[in-house]
C-alpha cells in the first residue's frame, strides 16, 4: 500500500494571499525571513487579512537562509509562549522549512531534534495548531510537501525531516510573491524544482498518481525558467505553478542522491566563508546523477521518456539520455550556474577558482560520502551507491583527476567513440576537453585502468 498526499487546500493565482481572511482561528503566529515580505508589503497585508478574521497575530522574523536547530528551538520557545492555533509560515523555502521543524517542537516539546529526524517518525500533529504555507519563491515547493531542510551548522551537515505529517493543511501559491525575487535566486529555485521532477519521475517510489505531475512540471520548467530568469513576469508566474506541481510530485514520490549530496556538502565548508546553496547544488550534481543512475536498465528508460517530453530527439535511451545531460548543463550556462565545485565561487557564480580548496574538498570527501549514502532520500534512488561510488560522484562533480579517459557522443553518426591518445593527468576541467573538442558531447565513463 502506498500514500498519496497534499495539503487540504490550494489556493492559486493572483490575490491568492486574500484566502487568508477566511481562516478560523484564535491566534496567528508568522514566521518569515530576512524582510522581503516586508519591504514589499505582503507581510503588512497578510497581518490584516488574519486581523479581519478575528485573530491575534504575533511575528517570528529574521529566519536566515538555510535555517539552523538553534532557530528552530527559538522559535518553538516563542510558539509555546504565545499559543497559536495557526501557524503561517511566509517566504522562501528557509522560513517555511524552518515553521515546520518548530511546529513540531512547539506540539511536542520534550522531543529532540535527532527524534525530529527519524524519517517518517513524527507523532501526528495538530494537537494544538494548524498550519499555513505561502511561497514567495519558485523551487522548494515547501508549501506543499512532507519536507523540512534544518543545517546543524555544528556539524556543517543539514538533515531533512521527513513526515506527511509536516504537510501544511493549506498552501498559497501567489504568483504576485514571486515577482520579488532577485535574478540569482529564480535560477537557483528553478533548477531546484527541475531537479525535484526528473528526481521523483525516476525514484524507486514513483506512481500513476506522481507520474503526470512531474513530467507536466519539467515541461513547464523546460518552457518557462530561461524566460522567468531573463524577467518575462508571465513566465515568472508559469514557474510559481510548475514548482508546485514538481513539490507535489516528489512529496509523495521521494527524491534521489542528488539532493542527499546537495544537504551533505551545502554547509560543508562554511568555514572557509560560503555555503553551497541548495538549488546550485542539485544544478551541477544533476547531470553526473543522471549519468549514474542510467546504468540502470529502468531508470534509462525514464529518463528516455523526460528526453521524449522535452523533445531532445535521439533514437534510443543511450542517445536520448547524453542529450538530456546536454540540455541540463546548458541551462546552467543559461542562469550562470557553475557545472562543479571546483568553479562555485563564494557569491555562487561560476569563477576559474572555487572557494573550497582541493585539499580541503578530498580530506572531507570520505565523510560527506558516508553522510550522503545516510541520507533520507537515498533509499529511493535508482542505483545505492556504494562508498566508493558516492566519493567518487563528488570528486568527479569538483574535479577531474587521475587518467580519467572520457568517450564523446558523435550526434551525426549517433554512436560512441573513444577519444583516441588522449590520457589526462592532474586537474584537469571538462571545459578544458570540450574546448578542444566543442562539437562533442560529453559523457562521463568509468576510469579506465
Same mark, same amino acid.
Given at each position: 500500500?502506498?500514500?498519496?498526499?497534499?495539503?487540504?487546500? =490550494?489556493?492559486?493565482?493572483?490575490?491568492? =494571499?486574500?484566502?487568508?481572511?477566511?481562516?478560523?482561528?484564535?491566534?496567528?503566529?508568522?514566521?518569515?525571513?530576512?524582510?522581503?515580505?516586508?519591504?514589499?508589503?505582503?507581510?503588512?497585508?497578510? *497581518?490584516?487579512? =488574519?486581523?479581519?478574521?478575528?485573530?491575534? *497575530?504575533?511575528?517570528?522574523?529574521?529566519?536566515?537562509?538555510?535555517?539552523?536547530?538553534?532557530?528552530?528551538?527559538?522559535?518553538?520557545?516563542?510558539?509555546? #509562549?504565545?499559543?497559536?492555533?495557526?501557524?503561517?509560515?511566509?517566504?522562501?523555502?528557509?522560513?517555511?522549512?524552518?515553521?515546520? !521543524?518548530?511546529?513540531?517542537?512547539?506540539?511536542?516539546?520534550?522531543?529532540?531534534?535527532?527524534?525530529?529526524?527519524?524519517?517518517? %517518525?513524527?507523532?501526528?500533529?495538530?494537537?494544538?495548531?494548524?498550519?499555513?504555507?505561502?511561497?514567495?519563491?519558485?523551487?522548494? !515547493?515547501?508549501?506543499?510537501?512532507?519536507?523540512?531542510?534544518?543545517?546543524?551548522?555544528?556539524?556543517?551537515?543539514?538533515?531533512?525531516?521527513?513526515?506527511?505529517?509536516?504537510?501544511?493543511? /493549506?498552501?498559497?501559491?501567489?504568483?504576485?510573491?514571486?515577482?520579488?525575487? &532577485?535574478?540569482?535566486?529564480?535560477?537557483?529555485?528553478?533548477?531546484?524544482?527541475?531537479? @525535484?521532477?526528473?528526481? +521523483?519521475? /525516476?525514484?524507486?517510489?514513483?506512481?500513476?498518481?506522481?507520474?503526470?505531475?512531474?513530467?507536466?512540471?519539467?515541461?513547464?520548467?523546460?518552457?518557462?525558467? *530561461?524566460?522567468?530568469?531573463?524577467?518575462?513576469?508571465?513566465?515568472?508566474?508559469?514557474?510559481?505553478?510548475?514548482?508546485?506541481?514538481?513539490?507535489?510530485?516528489?512529496?509523495? +514520490?521521494?527524491?534521489?542522491?542528488?539532493?542527499?549530496?546537495?544537504?551533505?556538502?551545502?554547509? !560543508?565548508?562554511?568555514?572557509?566563508?560560503?555555503?553551497?546553496?541548495?538549488? !546550485?547544488?542539485?544544478?551541477?550534481?544533476?547531470?553526473?546523477?543522471?549519468?549514474?543512475?542510467? #546504468?540502470? &536498465?529502468?531508470?534509462?528508460?525514464?529518463?528516455?521518456?523526460?528526453?521524449?517530453?522535452?523533445?531532445?530527439?535521439?533514437?534510443?535511451?543511450?542517445?536520448?539520455?547524453?542529450?538530456?545531460?546536454?540540455?541540463?548543463?546548458?541551462?546552467?550556462?543559461?542562469?550562470?550556474?557553475?557545472?562543479?565545485?571546483?568553479?562555485?565561487?563564494?557569491?555562487?557564480?561560476?569563477?576559474?577558482?572555487?572557494? *573550497?580548496?582541493?585539499?580541503?574538498?578530498?580530506?572531507?570527501?570520505?565523510?560527506?560520502? $558516508?553522510?550522503?549514502?545516510?541520507?533520507?532520500?537515498? %533509499?529511493?534512488?535508482?542505483?545505492?551507491?556504494?562508498?566508493?561510488?558516492?566519493?567518487?560522484?563528488?570528486?568527479?562533480?569538483?574535479?577531474?583527476?587521475?587518467?580519467?579517459?572520457?568517450?564523446?557522443?558523435?550526434?551525426?553518426?549517433?554512436?560512441?567513440?573513444?577519444?583516441? @591518445?588522449?590520457?589526462?593527468?592532474?586537474?584537469?576541467?571538462?571545459?578544458?576537453?570540450?574546448?578542444?573538442?566543442?562539437?562533442?558531447?560529453?559523457?562521463?565513463?568509468? $576510469?579506465?585502468?
Amino acid at each position: 500500500m502506498a500514500r498519496f498526499t497534499l495539503p487540504r487546500d =490550494l489556493y492559486h493565482g493572483k490575490g491568492a =494571499l486574500e484566502a487568508l481572511k477566511s481562516f478560523i482561528g484564535k491566534k496567528a503566529m508568522i514566521c518569515v525571513g530576512g524582510g522581503s515580505m516586508k519591504r514589499f508589503g505582503f507581510l503588512d497585508r497578510a *497581518v490584516e487579512y =488574519l486581523k479581519e478574521a478575528g485573530m491575534e *497575530v504575533e511575528l517570528f522574523e529574521g529566519i536566515e537562509p538555510d535555517p539552523s536547530v538553534e532557530t528552530v528551538m527559538r522559535g518553538a520557545e516563542a510558539m509555546l #509562549k504565545f499559543e497559536p492555533d495557526w501557524i503561517i509560515a511566509m517566504g522562501g523555502g528557509s522560513p517555511i522549512d524552518a515553521a515546520k !521543524a518548530m511546529w513540531i517542537k512547539y506540539e511536542y516539546p520534550e522531543i529532540t531534534f535527532e527524534e525530529m529526524c527519524k524519517v517518517f %517518525g513524527i507523532p501526528p500533529l495538530r494537537r494544538k495548531a494548524h498550519f499555513c504555507a505561502i511561497s514567495s519563491t519558485s523551487g522548494t !515547493a515547501t508549501e506543499v510537501t512532507a519536507f523540512s531542510i534544518i543545517t546543524d551548522y555544528d556539524k556543517g551537515i543539514k538533515y531533512p525531516i521527513a513526515d506527511f505529517e509536516i504537510t501544511p493543511d /493549506v498552501a498559497i501559491v501567489d504568483p504576485e510573491l514571486a515577482h520579488t525575487m &532577485p535574478k540569482k535566486l529564480v535560477a537557483h529555485t528553478g533548477m531546484d524544482a527541475m531537479t @525535484h521532477a526528473i528526481e +521523483a519521475y /525516476v525514484s524507486t517510489a514513483n506512481c500513476d498518481f506522481t507520474d503526470p505531475l512531474a513530467l507536466h512540471a519539467i515541461e513547464m520548467i523546460q518552457a518557462d525558467l *530561461v524566460g522567468s530568469y531573463n524577467g518575462d513576469m508571465e513566465k515568472r508566474d508559469a514557474m510559481h505553478n510548475a514548482q508546485c506541481l514538481a513539490g507535489m510530485a516528489f512529496s509523495n +514520490a521521494l527524491l534521489g542522491i542528488v539532493h542527499s549530496m546537495a544537504h551533505k556538502t551545502g554547509a !560543508a565548508f562554511a568555514d572557509y566563508g560560503a555555503h553551497i546553496i541548495h538549488g !546550485a547544488a542539485n544544478a551541477m550534481y544533476l547531470p553526473k546523477v543522471i549519468a549514474f543512475n542510467a #546504468k540502470d &536498465p529502468t531508470a534509462k528508460a525514464r529518463y528516455g521518456v523526460i528526453a521524449d517530453k522535452m523533445h531532445l530527439g535521439g533514437s534510443n535511451d543511450d542517445e536520448k539520455v547524453a542529450l538530456l545531460i546536454k540540455y541540463l548543463r546548458g541551462m546552467n550556462d543559461d542562469l550562470n550556474i557553475p557545472h562543479c565545485i571546483g568553479h562555485y565561487g563564494p557569491d555562487s557564480y561560476p569563477c576559474e577558482q572555487g572557494f *573550497v580548496p582541493e585539499n580541503v574538498f578530498l580530506e572531507r570527501l570520505p565523510e560527506i560520502a $558516508k553522510n550522503a549514502i545516510a541520507d533520507a532520500c537515498t %533509499g529511493s534512488n535508482p542505483r545505492q551507491p556504494s562508498q566508493e561510488e558516492m566519493e567518487k560522484l563528488l570528486r568527479d562533480a569538483d574535479i577531474i583527476v587521475a587518467d580519467p579517459l572520457y568517450r564523446p557522443i558523435c550526434p551525426k553518426q549517433s554512436q560512441f567513440y573513444e577519444l583516441p @591518445h588522449i590520457a589526462f593527468s592532474g586537474r584537469i576541467f571538462l571545459k578544458d576537453i570540450k574546448r578542444k573538442y566543442p562539437e562533442m558531447i560529453y559523457q562521463s565513463q568509468e $576510469k579506465i585502468m
